[in-house]
């Protein structure tokens, strides 16, 4: 059984959802996760205007009363000349799942969140990404040398991985919005959620369908 979290790191409802996700986690810490980037708005060119920071806000305040996550607004509406694209986000987290360091990806996803949605970083930017994924591995006992982690993001085997992560989410899971929470078991894919949820609540949901199976194959050995 293995739960998959769709997602791309600078969408907000995602940032709110991924507490919800690390909650779960804690309840479930015998089931495997895996996420895979779903790249929002990834090859964007269009610089964010005033328009564009506000309708962010918008959507901004309204996971921040659900979820009860902080915001830096003031960032956002300073940086000039921002262009909204999240694919070098995803690929900072492609490039983090391909180490393998057998540390946590969502504490990893979660960190390029809070860099973004917290500390004001620009995660567009290659080199606040590998000083975000550098920063932490280190605090989980895993340092890594930044050039490292820069020529890895930079190679083309991440690239294509990143991409086909893209087609994954747009062909195979047929996933158009972020975040959404996939349940594989035994070959079968199941939606947990469709959208940002508590953590109690796709508990809830985990269950049925776990008391489902059980009760199939019951059925099955009857």
């Avoid at 959802?17 to 804690?26: N, Q």
């Avoid at 895993?142 to 890895?152: A, E, Q, S």
């Amino acid at each position: 059984m293995k739960l998959i979290y769709v997602a791309d790191p600078m969408c907000s409802w995602c940032y709110g959802f991924s507490k919800e996700m690390a909650e779960l986690m804690e309840m479930n810490p015998e089931i495997s996760l895996e996420i895979v980037v779903g790249g929002l708005s990834a090859g964007s060119n269009k610089v964010l205007d005033d328009a564009g920071k506000r309708f962010r806000l918008m959507h901004w305040s309204k996971v921040e009363a659900i979820s009860g996550l902080p915001f830096n607004r003031e960032a956002l509406m300073a940086r000039e000349g921002f262009v909204y694209d999240s694919g070098p986000a995803c690929r900072a987290l492609v490039t983090a799942i391909k180490m393998n360091a057998g540390i946590s990806i969502l504490k990893i996803f979660r960190a390029i969140q809070h860099g973004f949605y917290v500390d004001g970083k620009d995660v567009t930017s290659p080199s606040e990404l590998v000083k975000i994924l550098s920063n932490t591995f280190a605090l989980e006992g895993y340092p890594v040398n930044g050039d490292l982690i820069l020529t890895m993001f930079n190679s083309e085997e991440i690239k294509l991985e990143t991409e086909n992560h893209f087609k994954t989410v747009k062909h195979t899971f047929g996933i158009s919005s972020f975040p959404a929470l996939l349940l594989e078991d035994h070959g079968e894919i199941k939606t947990i959620s469709a959208g940002y949820m508590a953590a109690n609540m796709l508990q809830e949901i985990m269950n049925k369908i776990s008391n489902q199976n059980d009760s199939v194959l019951c059925q099955k050995h009857s």
